[in-house]
């Protein structure tokens, strides 16, 4: 049999929680299987399955054979493992406690990355139901995965839509830049200096500005130099007091006016929490 096989290069923790995700999808009535203590045998033979199913084209030939072909589908499941513990030969042995990730990424990389995650998501849910539904699975469950998937679908159209916006333009008085403008609660975000570094700044690369945030209190300081955020955006300045972090796109040549404390408290007031209104 001539079969050609390419499966994706990825890490444990990935193929394993990718395969994980997959098989809850379809087992919705099940307890789920957990990445970190379940038997390995119990999560390769998962992630094999996976592979087969949602990785190669085993079912497209099963299908093309037109005949149940127990020995044809042995032999193609054969190739397959075979190919995947080439591919991954820490198949054989449990390679857990997984390798942490580094989480020193550019802000708006990590944010296309998880825009990635989601698109793979968004198609496992909708790959589930359509499994579900050709075995004659639960219409409820059949729902619910479309359900997720349509959640997903108006994340991922607001996190594109985030990541596209121009960073330049004119309008009839001049140009302007792109800025983000990030607000932390004091609860989940705790209030503190946030200048798109994984570590605190030493005072000698920062300077304040003299402006003094009126919500938390705290003085306004910016990053002495530019930083890369990614995707582009590779010359920002960014301020910071306690409660709010200010970044900005400095094109080659722009020369911004100092940010004044009237412009500080309108970026505050525009990030207070609104209750909603109540119906009379």
Known sequence: MTLEIQL????????????????????????????ESAPWPMIRSVVLAFLRHSLSDFDDRLRARCEHDPAFRDELAGKIEQAAFRRYPWLTNDPR???????????????????????GIRDQLLSAAK??????????????????????????????????????????D???????????????????????????????????????????????????????????YSRVGVSSCHCLTYAFYRPYGWRPAPLTLEEWKQMVEGTERREPQKEP
Not at 97 to 119: H, I, K, Q, T, W
């Open 97 to 119: 406690p997984f390798s942490v990730a580094s989480e020193d990424s550019l802000f708006l990389d990590s944010m296309a990355g998880e825009l990635a995650n989601l698109r």
């Open 174 to 232: 001049g140009k302007w830049a792109r800025a983000f403008v990030l607000r932390r609660d004091g609860e989940r975000r705790k209030w503190q200096y946030d200048f798109y570094s994984a570590l605190p700044l030493p005072p000698n690369r920062i300077e304040y500005i003299g402006i003094q945030c009126p919500r938390c209190g705290a003085s306004v300081a910016q990053r002495k130099q530019l930083i890369d955020l990614g995707q582009g």
């Open 8 to 35: 994706p290069n990825w890490p444990p923790r990935r193929l394993v929680t990718e395969a994980l995700f997959a098989w809850g999808c379809r087992h919705l009535d099940e307890e789920c299987i957990d990445c």
């Open 131 to 172: 499994d579900l539904r050709r075995a004659g699975g639960s219409k409820d469950h059949i729902a619910t995965l479309k359900d997720e998937a349509a959640s997903i679908e108006k994340q991922i159209g607001r996190m594109y839509a985030f990541l596209t916006r121009p960073k330049t333009g004119e309008y009839a």
